[in-house]
């Protein structure tokens, strides 16, 4: 099994310039999740979902949008893309809560620098 | 909201040393990971636990549901455990994952 796959690695974006971070599970986990990592700071959560056809907001979704069709893939949409959101963004899965919780497994990693 | 808490924030040790990270959190939870992450690296999940104690080579993690208290222990500290170290917690109902901001492990030969 791959895990958690993340594209692209690294990417430079211009301002006002959009793009979309791609993440793919193979484990079948219901739950998936988008963070940022700012340096010196903990994961803030951008956006999650518990299953296919479901999504919700985290704690810094302004700027992001995300969809998911299917249970492996949950990509992140960035349009007009600012300063602010240079970052390193991470992919995450788990199969469950509650009875069903399970360790976390997360993508490499993307490091986006907006200029 | 659940708010965690890291402590330290920094530490640096000697090759050999047993190591402590705690982690507080404020509300009640379902589960609570340790993960760590290597410089430029990926995160990598260690433990998951809700009670008791979990014990991994010379990683052992303990929890106290009570207190709302955990703990990362290294056994026979070594370079190689060198990395930041991150606690997270799950709220019953809760569908999100809350991170403290981590504890950056440095250990010298």
């Known amino acids: 099994n791959a895990g958690v796959t993340q594209t692209p690695k690294f990417r430079i974006l211009k301002i006002g310039q959009s793009m979309t971070l791609q993440c793919t599970q193979d484990m079948n986990h219901n739950y998936m999740y988008w963070y940022r990592q700012d340096p010196g700071m903990g994961l803030k959560l951008i956006y999650y979902s518990v299953g296919a056809g479901i999504t919700d907001k985290g704690e810094v979704p302004n700027g992001y949008n995300v969809s998911r069709s299917t249970t492996e893939d949950f990509p992140l949409r960035l349009e007009l893309a600012a300063p602010s959101q240079t970052s390193v963004y991470f992919c995450?899965?788990?199969?469950?809560?509650?009875?069903?919780?399970?360790?976390?497994?997360f993508g490499n990693g993307t490091r986006l620098t907006v200029t | 909201k659940n708010e965690v808490e890291q402590s330290p924030q920094n530490l640096t040790a000697q090759e050999g040393e047993f190591i402590t990270i705690n982690c507080s959190y404020s509300v009640g939870i379902s589960a609570l990971h340790w993960l760590q992450q290597h410089p430029g690296g990926g995160i990598v999940s260690l433990f998951m636990?809700?009670?008791g104690k979990k014990k991994h080579g010379r990683l052992i993690a303990t929890i106290n549901i009570q207190e709302k208290h955990s703990s990362l222990h290294i056994t026979a500290s070594h370079p190689r455990d060198s990395a930041v170290y991150i606690c997270a917690v799950r709220s019953p109902g809760d569908d999100k994952i809350i991170f403290g901001k981590g504890t950056r492990l440095h250990i010298l030969p």
């Open positions: 995450a899965s788990s199969l469950g809560e509650g009875p069903r919780n399970s360790p976390l497994h």
């Open positions: 636990l809700s009670s």
